[in-house]
């Protein structure tokens, strides 16, 4: 599969510094290079999964009037907005009556930021009828709670559709959760998580392979998908986790938040950095910049 370039920046051609490689798929890696080059890092790509939105799925349940089955949408990752916003574009607007019950919109940290003005208009004439709710704590478990009790009624989750991966926990526990909250919720595969194939960790097992080669600083995973995703590539070049650590014994590893952390522990890979700060991309940067320095990499 192609995957778009983004336009990613980078240290000067005469840097030395050990790269940081981070393995985001192509939406989220512009963002995240741009914060380890605005600390000072040397960001090095390496993306092991894309998403690709599949809005299709979602144009049945949000076609008048059955958005109005619906009480809440509960997004739990910002390709589920835009896949949601690619739908309605379809429909006639707006997609729910201007009169009813409270309708809530839930999203996590900075991808709630895409829920603005223009969105809800789409949405309902009547802005005082939707309700958004960001949780204190960007994890779906969080989102499920913050939603409170549901009573039985109907929540809208546009989730992602794994391809070429096993599906990480994340997902069915986030429905149980809101399930053990009295909610019904309703899934849908909204866009596609796909894994790279075998060749995405080529670049670094290939550095890794040469005398003297490349000295890696980190490595940042954002996601535990990005996590299989790597080890099945190393795979298939004869390496595990445990060359990497091997070959690289100093290399840092930072998670984007406890659920990715948790997903990378679950598979093996042993993690140094949790960011406990993770609305947002600049917690795990901030706390990986904070550990780098205290080990000389200035």
């Known amino acids: 599969m192609a995957v778009p370039i983004p336009n990613l920046t980078a240290l000067p051609s005469n840097t030395v510094k050990p790269a940081v490689i981070f393995t985001t798929p192509p939406n989220y890696a512009a963002r995240l290079s741009d ?43 910002r390709a589920s907005i835009a896949s949601f916003t690619l739908a309605a574009a379809s429909l006639p607007k707006p997609l729910l009556p201007s009169h009813g019950p409270t309708f809530t ?67 069915p526990n986030f429905l149980d959760d809101l399930k053990s909250g009295g909610w019904f919720p309703v899934r849908i595969d909204a866009y596609e998580t796909r894994w790279l194939g075998p060749d995405c960790a080529m670049a670094v097992v290939k550095k890794g392979e040469e005398k003297g080669g490349e000295v890696y600083a980190a490595i940042v995973f954002t996601s535990s998908g990005e996590v299989e995703g790597f080890l099945k590539s190393l795979k298939e070049f004869g390496w595990d986790w445990g060359t990497v650590r091997r070959r690289w014994p100093g290399l840092v590893v930072a998670a984007h938040g406890p659920v990715t952390a948790a997903g990378a522990e679950r598979l093996g890979v042993d993690v140094d950095i949790a960011s406990s700060d993770f609305g947002s991309f600049q917690g795990v940067v901030d706390a990986l910049d904070v550990r780098l320095r205290a080990l000389g990499h200035e």
């Open 35 to 77: 914060l380890l080059a605005l600390k000072g890092h040397n960001p090095l790509w390496c993306p092991t999964i894309t998403t690709s939105p599949t809005p299709q799925s979602l144009i049945p349940h949000l076609s008048s009037p059955s958005l109005s089955h619906f009480s809440a949408v509960a997004f739990p990752s």
């Open 105 to 171: 919109l839930a999203a996590l940290g900075k991808d709630s930021e895409l829920i603005d003005t223009p969105f809800i208009s789409q949405i309902c004439s009547n802005s005082q009828r939707v309700k958004l709710l960001v949780p204190p704590t960007a994890t779906p478990n969080s989102l499920a709670l913050s939603l409170g009790e549901g009573y039985g009624r109907k929540v809208l989750c546009p989730v992602p559709e794994v391809v070429g991966l096993n599906e990480p926990p994340v997902v």
